[in-house]
């Protein structure tokens, strides 16, 4: 079974950095949509979604992504993601969110946009 | 494992509860699989996603019987899984099918992985998603 998801929020400047750590699907995926949209509530318009620790993400995490990324631009903002690896870059260009969301190589990169 | 004995190919067959927690398990199993057969790890990336993918959508649309069948087996040098759908709407009930771009996501992503991916009959009338790798 899938191993539960470790997500961190934190914030840098006028970015609200979201570490995430594990396997993203049907199971996990309400976890990060919980932590997004806390943070959203709270205030937070600039996310940059860290996924350096994410090992697999299918489309419920997807789902979570476009639904937060929508949610930011409608208050201003903008969401960023940081370090996919490999497959989840491929996922990302499969469906066009590559396109949609940015992706940068590091948090550094992705909060100085 | 069935089969094998008898001229026939070995089937390997997985069944779960149908719950999201054990969709990590069939892309275990299918990654499993794939070392074994050794298939490229790109593909296994691939195979992991789609079988997430039909699993998702297998407890969208209910299942069958309250389980979550899959099965692989040997067809020359292409290896074959099958996910047993429920004969739910998408449209109704549960956390993914209140999402339609999700649940139009899970057939999309499988076509885009595998060009023989297709949704077909199975033997007992349940909806099969069907793919294969190489």
Known sequence: MTESLFVEPKERGSWTVVDVKGEIDLDTAPQLKAV????????????????????????????????????CKEA????????PRRPIRKVLSITGLDKVIPI??????ATSA | MTGGQNGGPPRFKLTTPLEPP?????????ASLARQFDLPEDTIEDLKLAMSEACARAVATGGKDGRLDVAAERRGDRLVFEVVQG????????????????????LELIGALFDDAESVAGPDGAQVIRFSAA
């Open chain 1, 36 to 71: 997004l949209g806390d943070a959203i509530k709270g205030g937070a318009i600039n996310i940059a979604v860290n996924l350096e620790g994410v090992e697999f993400l299918d489309s419920s995490g997807l789902g979570v992504l476009i639904g937060s990324l929508k949610r």
């Open chain 1, 76 to 83: 201003g903002g903008m969401l960023a993601l940081v370090s």
């Open chain 2, 22 to 30: 054990y969709i990590a398990t069939a892309r275990m199993f299918a």
């Open chain 1, 104 to 109: 940068h190589d590091t948090v550094e990169e």
């Open chain 2, 87 to 106: 004969s739910g709407s998408l449209a109704e009930g549960g956390e993914v099918a209140t999402d339609s771009m999700e649940a139009a996501l899970h």
